[in-house]
């Protein structure tokens, strides 16, 4: 019979799954692995400052490619990336966790090892593991490759996490294996006696429906069915709105298109459009707090349809098993060839510019900003002011937004925009990111520069966690901290460095370094920006202290955390 190396069993299946980039941190349980991933001229190695920022780069890489991993070692690096694992967890993301663990014979004979609580317990964090994770797995000679195929499957059909614990010396060893199929990535077939039911049942409410509207959210995005959404909103012609977890599902060129819907936090006109409709149909929809304006989202569940990745509700009425994946295009199919005539009003839009001030305030920021970005850019947009700038912000065309709605783990964004910088090197990265954030996560800026990635970083610098103070204690000191020179990041981080750019290193080409005050400096920067595509640009944008965006001042007022 044929033999496998274990590992390399584990790197053709996570290549199989669309990753080329496995980030992480190297660790004493993890580098036999680890030489494998750097041997392999398909893969490339993250080289992450962190645990907690591998894992988030590894949740950015998953949005753009649809799958991302992490390798860390035992304990304290599996640890430390253990929030990002819940996060991606959280918010619907198959990222596979990879922990190198002790070798077998020391588990066995409960050795006191270091990065061990010294209890001789060792499936002690693989326990806390499968609490964040849809399948989990410590790894023997016997079971290995089953498992590792039933982690990685099962991660990727739930759209949940994995982990895999190797020992390390089943690192380098090698077992008889029969000839390996190809894993089965395709989502169970809906029940079809039940989905037919279903079909016929949804198909005639919108028939009878006088003013349909359509509400695209994150799941679209999660199950990859954009094109399927975008299928069946030019099909059928009804107004349609994206939630805030669903912006860029769906072309917001489209002349049906009608703006974001987040329940209270929502334009008023937007609100008003939803309130007229007699039929609400949803698509994938995540109900969580920041993306339905604090629970406000929404019509009666009487006039409401919601196809799910799961199941699909009518009304009062629960269809187990008739996902949308296989539903919707079924749907779509079922409408009349001619659209339903419908007269649509001028597009509601955010306030325009207010011309009174020359300070750079959220208002000019996310008005001005769009005549600058790229169209199939990425924008990563960090919890707080920028999460909820981009709300209402114009896109350009084909963009992909990344932000952490559900999770909201401050300073997520940096590692995020280095994975989704490494999931495609086409797409320009866009990042934005508040001061606080950044301070938690600021070494990954030194990955970007390492990987010759050219995002342009907006540091928004407002002097202070401002999300925080606008819920509670707006002049405690708990919600200040020590001001940096934003503006030399790229120098600190070694951006200038003779040595970092010998020995066959390609770092990224250093562009704008600035400190924008004004909105003419802005201006003036990002016209340089966009003279200079391939450079890492670092802008540092002050603002006013308790400037805030509409949408999140709305929010605010009605959280129970105030």
């Not at 200038?496 to 750019?501: D, R």
């Amino acid at each position: 019979m044929p033999t496998i190396s274990i590992s390399e069993h584990m790197l053709r299946r996570l290549k199989e799954v669309g990753i080329e980039t496995i980030f992480g941190v190297p660790g004493d349980y993890n580098m036999p692995l680890l030489d494998h991933i750097e041997d392999d001229p398909e893969l490339t190695w993250g080289n992450n400052a962190n645990e907690l920022n591998a894992s988030y780069a590894a949740d950015g890489y998953a949005r753009i490619r649809g799958a991302g991993a992490i390798v860390t070692t035992f304990g304290v690096g599996e640890l430390s990336a253990m929030n990002g694992i819940a996060g991606s967890y959280s918010e619907m993301l198959p990222v596979i966790h990879i922990v190198g663990t002790p070798a077998t014979s020391s588990q066995h004979a409960r050795a006191m090892l270091h990065h061990s609580l010294g209890n001789g317990d060792f499936d002690v964090f693989h326990r806390m593991a499968s609490m964040v994770t849809a399948a989990s797995t410590q790894l023997t000679l016997d079971n290995a490759i089953s498992e590792i195929d039933r982690v990685i499957q099962t991660a990727y059909l739930r759209k949940r996490t994995g982990y895999i614990a190797i020992p390390l010396d089943l690192m380098t060893a090698t077992v008889e294996a029969p000839t390996v199929s190809p894993l089965d990535l395709n989502p169970s077939k809906n029940v079809q006696e039940v989905q037919d039911i279903a079909l016929k049942q949804v198909v005639k409410e919108i028939q009878e429906a006088k003013h349909p509207a359509i509400v695209i959210d994150g799941c679209v995005l999660r199950h990859r069915l954009e094109k399927e959404a975008t299928e069946f909103v030019e099909r059928s012609g009804f107004p349609t709105f994206a939630a805030p977890m669903g912006k860029g599902a769906i072309d917001e060129t489209l002349p049906n298109y009608r703006g974001i819907y987040s329940g209270n936090v929502s334009l008023e006109g937007i609100t008003k459009e939803i309130e007229q409709a007699d039929l609400l149909i949803e698509l994938g929809s995540i109900k969580s707090d920041f993306n339905t304006g604090n629970f406000s989202y929404g019509l009666d569940k009487t006039k409401t349809i919601s196809l799910h990745s799961f199941k699909t509700t009518i009304f009062h009425a629960e269809y187990p098993g008739v996902g949308m994946n296989e539903l919707l295009p079924l749907l779509t199919r079922s409408l009349p060839s001619k659209k339903k005539e419908i007269k649509f009003e001028p597009r509601v839009k955010p306030a325009p510019i207010d011309s009174s001030t020359n300070e750079i305030t959220q208002n000019y920021l996310w008005n001005k900003v769009p005549e600058y970005l790229q169209s199939d850019s990425v924008i990563v947009a960090e919890t707080g002011t920028a999460e909820f700038g981009i709300f209402n912000m114009e896109s350009p065309k084909r963009a992909k937004f990344i932000s952490q709605i559900l999770w909201g783990s401050i300073g997520y964004t940096v590692g995020a925009a280095v994975g989704a910088a490494m999931a495609d090197r086409k797409r320009k990265i866009y990042l934005f990111v508040g001061d606080g954030s950044f301070q938690l996560t600021a070494q990954e800026v030194s990955v970007f520069i390492r990987h010759g990635l050219t995002p342009v970083i907006f540091l928004l610098n407002n002097d202070g966690y401002l999300i925080e103070k606008l819920i509670h204690g707006p002049h405690r000191s708990y919600n200040n901290f020590q001001m940096w020179e934003y503006n030399k990041t790229l120098e600190y981080f070694g951006g200038h460095l003779e040595s970092n750019k010998t020995q066959g290193k390609s770092p990224s080409p250093i562009g704008l370094e600035r400190k924008l005050k004004t909105r003419q400096e802005f201006e003036d920067a990002m016209k340089q920006v966009n003279e200079q595509p391939d450079k890492i640009h670092f802008l540092e944008v002050v603002m006013p202290q308790f400037d805030a965006p509409r949408e999140l001042s709305l929010l605010v007022e009605s959280s129970e955390n105030r």
